[in-house]
C-alpha cells in the first residue's frame, strides 16, 4: 500500500522543532505550508524542496493578521490535512518587566488560541 502524501501547515518553522518537523514531512514527500518572521528561513527552505513548500511570513503577536495568512496559506494549498501549532517564545524575567510578560502572552496564549480556533 503507497504512503498517501498529506498537506501540513506549520506555525513557527523558522528555527528549532518547528523547522525539523517540516524538514522531516518534506523527506518524506509531503507538501508543507510553513509560517515564521523570518522571511529569509522561510525562502531558503522552500529553496531546498522546490514545489512542495508553501510560505507566508507571520508574527502570531498580530493574532487577527495571523489568522487571516493561516487561511490564506490553506487556501493556496487547497486545504491542508494537518496543522502543527508550533510557535512560542520564552523569556526569564529577572526585572518583572511587563513588556517581556506581554510578549509571551500575545504569543503563547493569543496568538495560539486565535490560530487554534481557526485550524478547528
Do not use: C, P
Amino acid at each position: 500500500m503507497a504512503n498517501k502524501s498529506l498537506k501540513i501547515v506549520i506555525v513557527g518553522a523558522t528555527s528549532g522543532l518547528g523547522e525539523a518537523l517540516a524538514i522531516h514531512y518534506l523527506r518524506q514527500g509531503h507538501s508543507v505550508g510553513i509560517t515564521g518572521r523570518r522571511l529569509n528561513k522561510l525562502t531558503s527552505l522552500q529553496q531546498r524542496f522546490l514545489g512542495r513548500v508553501f510560505i507566508k511570513q507571520m508574527d502570531v503577536t498580530l493574532a487577527g493578521q495571523a489568522v487571516i495568512q493561516l487561511n490564506h496559506l490553506i487556501d493556496k494549498m487547497e486545504g491542508v490535512d494537518l496543522i502543527v501549532l508550533n510557535a512560542g517564545i520564552g523569556s526569564i524575567n529577572h526585572e518583572l518587566d511587563w513588556k517581556i510578560e506581554q510578549q509571551t502572552i500575545d504569543t503563547n496564549i493569543s496568538g495560539f488560541t486565535a490560530l487554534a480556533m481557526t485550524a478547528t
